[in-house]
């Protein structure tokens, strides 16, 4: 199967962790599948609702032109899913999102879920994806490390920085563990990619969820059951695919 990676960032603005990511990815895939990796330029650099609506965009118009180029599925690394919904209803292959996956996947694992998102500014996002995603009794809190995006790329290469990272995660997570959540999730692949790097990190007996190879998984699963067994995203609502022409129109006019 192939697989179309949808990232926010791109190879020139963040190499370190471009490279990392796809070794780490390449390495946990299923025997047979493939991946390329696109990112988006300019790349998703500031925690703004403004810049998730652009990059969304042109995630939804890759998603489209994934199902068109022969991709077996489409996977946007991108934790707060800006425009998932439209990519899913607008593309011919499953689409799986890295922040939906990464939740469903937690409430196996506990009955309340804490999100720990790199910015303040993504809090709102991140409620509005809980509510649309109907875990608001699930997915119980939110709180927020400092950083904009990319910027803890170097704590990949510095132990020191890393473990600064980890003790600012560890200081946002113990209230939510102290309020009853069970399973943690850093809101992002570049925190989960990083922090994976502690084997087995917990805070207060919560484990941390890496959402990376979860949604792999769920990509290559939804890869499977619709080749095998014919199973397609529902059509009738909110994923109601539109026409060609309108989907043509959506690629051809990316400007104002």
């Known amino acids: 199967m192939k697989i179309w990676y949808q990232s926010f960032v791109n190879e020139a603005a963040a190499p370190g962790y471009w490279n990392r990511l796809g070794g780490f990815l390449r390495d946990h895939a299923s025997p047979g599948t493939s991946l390329e990796f696109t990112g988006i330029t300019p790349f998703d650099s500031y925690a703004h609702a403004l810049v998730e609506w652009r990059c969304g965009r042109e995630a939804i118009a890759n998603a489209i032109r994934a199902g068109r180029d ?39 694992y506990g ?7 790199i910015n303040p500014r993504f809090i709102p996002g991140h409620e509005h994806q809980v509510r649309k995603y109907g875990l608001a009794d699930r997915v119980t809190g939110i709180h927020a490390l400092s950083f904009e995006p990319g910027q803890i790329l170097d704590a990949f290469d510095d132990p020191k920085k890393l473990q600064e990272v980890a003790d600012d995660f560890t200081r946002q997570a113990e209230p939510l563990v ?79």
């Open 178 to 256: 102290a309020g009853g959540v069970d399973v943690l999730i850093p809101a992002g692949g570049i925190p989960m990619l990083l922090l994976s790097q502690i084997s087995g990190f917990r805070v207060a007996g919560a484990p941390v969820l890496n959402g990376l190879p979860v949604a792999l998984r769920m990509t290559e699963l939804a890869i499977e059951m619709r080749q095998k067994f014919g199973l397609e995203v529902s059509r009738t609502r909110d994923f109601m695919q539109p026409p060609e022409e309108i989907l043509d129109e959506f690629l051809t006019h990316p400007k104002l």
């Open 70 to 108: 022969g991709y077996d599925g489409y996977l946007m690394g991108h934790f707060q899913d800006s425009g998932l919904y439209e990519a899913r209803a607008a593309s011919s292959i499953p689409v799986i999102s890295l922040g939906e996956a990464s939740m469903l996947f937690a409430c196996q």
């Open 111 to 117: 009955q309340k879920v804490g999100i720990i998102t």
